[in-house]
């Protein structure tokens, strides 16, 4: 049995003290929004719950679906840094960006300078370009990981994948044929119609690549909920994952903070996943099992 981790969407906190040079355009909006209400609803004694809880849990690897950060203040991706080698080495933690990891196009470049050795695939050596999507395999799973993030306009949160990483995902899947195949993303491939500016652009683009190579598994973040869907895959329905984020206190507009447990077992055509969800209490203080599904 391996057992896979997934956090998303931790927004660290407290945010450092920005210069005033750097609040311009979209970083300022969204500086005041955090001072209004986000500071309030991301806490740093709520994540530290949740991944403590999450460490107990000894997971083979742990997977992070993006949001490190909140407004990409240079300081906020050196904060980030630090907390991912408090999850684990890049060898068992593996990392795709956010929206909010690319909410400027100054700070494009950040996350690889800071996190980069967290999302490079097995063939990639130090040094090298990072490119996406990029592979892992640890035991029986076949981690694919892809970015989405993009830098945005103001009041917008959409992501992106575009066609050479919806080319190469194809290529990936048909390699990992046989293992059991987690695609990882930081947007929902499907998004309400009310969430139309957070959506994934290409989302269809990206159904349609799984649904004619096909996929085990697919995890994400962004929309701060516990949620189960599924679409079309080649074989057979895939399930899509999608997790509260790690730092929200309760009660709050979302899901408060969580995480998800993969028990993934079986063997090629018989793969079976047991999703364990586990959140925060309403007590704010303890961390409880949610839900526990079977895929």
């Known amino acids: 049995m391996f057992l896979l981790a997934h956090l998303s969407d931790p927004h660290l906190a407290p945010l450092p003290q920005p210069r005033w040079f750097e609040l311009v355009g979209k970083r300022a909006t969204g500086y005041l929004h955090w001072r209004r209400t986000r ?3 991301h806490r ?4 530290a719950r949740i991944v403590a809880d999450l460490k107990a849990q000894a997971a083979d690897h742990i997977a992070v679906t993006g949001d490190l950060v909140n407004i990409a203040l240079a300081a906020e991706f050196k904060a980030a840094a630090r907390f991912l080698a408090t999850l684990g080495p890049p060898h068992d933690v593996t990392l795709v960006p956010g929206n909010h990891d690319a909410y400027v196009r100054a700070a494009r470049e950040h996350p690889a300078l800071h996190w980069g050795d967290y999302m490079r695939g097995d063939a990639t050596r130090d040094g090298d370009a990072l490119v996406f999507p990029f592979l892992r395999r640890r035991g029986p799973v076949a981690i694919i990981a892809l970015s989405s993030a993009v830098p945005t306009a103001l009041f917008m949160a959409t992501g992106r994948l575009g066609n050479a990483q919806l080319s190469r995902l194809g290529e990936l899947l ?5 293992t059991f195949r987690v695609v990882m993303i930081h947007h929902p491939p499907r998004s309400k119609p009310e969430r139309r500016f957070k959506r994934l652009t290409d ?3 990206f ?3 799984l649904a004619r190579h096909g996929a085990e598994l697919v995890i994400h973040g962004h929309d701060h909920e516990r949620a189960l869907t599924f679409i079309d895959g080649a074989q057979r329905r895939i399930p899509v994952v999608g997790v509260p984020s790690a730092s929200e206190a309760p009660p709050g507009r979302h899901d408060p903070a969580g995480y998800n447990l993969y028990r993934i077992d079986g063997a090629p055509g018989a793969w079976r996943c047991e999703i364990v969800a586990r959140g925060l209490a309403a007590d704010g203080e303890h961390v409880i099992e949610r839900e526990r599904t079977t895929i």
């Not at 740093?44 to 994540?47: G, N, P, S, T």
């Not at 048909?174 to 046989?178: L, M, N, R, V």
Request: hydrophobic letters at 40%.
């Open 203 to 205: 989302g269809v683009d």
């Open 39 to 41: 500071h309030r609803v």
């Open 174 to 178: 048909d390699q990992c044929a046989g």
């Open 44 to 47: 740093a004694e709520v994540l």
């Open 207 to 209: 159904c349609a690549t």
